[in-house]
């Protein structure tokens, strides 16, 4: 089992920065992949960034265009998101993710288990 914790949203500006943390604990077998999902009121879920276990590889959505940066610290078992440049479409939900396997690592059906999200809202 896995236990996933988001801290970090918040309300900004249009062109702030916030980073993101998603604390995890449990199996690392279920912590092959890890991703940062979001969902707006009214949209379906989006998956933003996702990385393999050891920092390996990792994905970003053409949404969000390098703006955001995703990392983790395996010592302290956290995943981050910086995200830089905040646009309004930026607001969302934000959720961090797990699961074993590793192929369609931007595709939220995969992924066996979600935080309770931090919302980010960005003003113009």
């Known amino acids: 089992d896995v236990q996933l914790v988001e801290s970090g949203g918040g309300s900004v500006q249009a062109g702030a920065w916030l980073r993101l943390s998603c604390r995890a604990s449990?199996?690392?077998?279920?912590?092959?992949?890890m991703a940062w999902f979001r969902q707006a009121p009214g949209k379906e879920r989006e998956g933003v960034a996702a990385l393999t276990r050891h920092g390996v590889r990792t994905y970003y959505a053409d949404s969000i265009a390098g703006r955001f940066t995703i990392s983790q610290d395996n010592a302290k078992n956290t995943l981050f998101l910086r995200m830089d440049d905040l646009k309004p479409e930026d607001t969302a939900m934000y959720y961090c993710?797990?699961?074993?396997?590793?192929?369609?690592?931007?595709?939220?059906?995969?992924?066996?288990?979600r935080g309770r999200g931090t919302q980010v809202t960005v003003s113009s």
């Open positions: 993710a797990a699961k074993s396997g590793v192929a369609t690592p931007l595709d939220p059906a995969g992924y066996d288990y």
């Open positions: 449990g199996d690392t077998y279920h912590r092959n992949m």
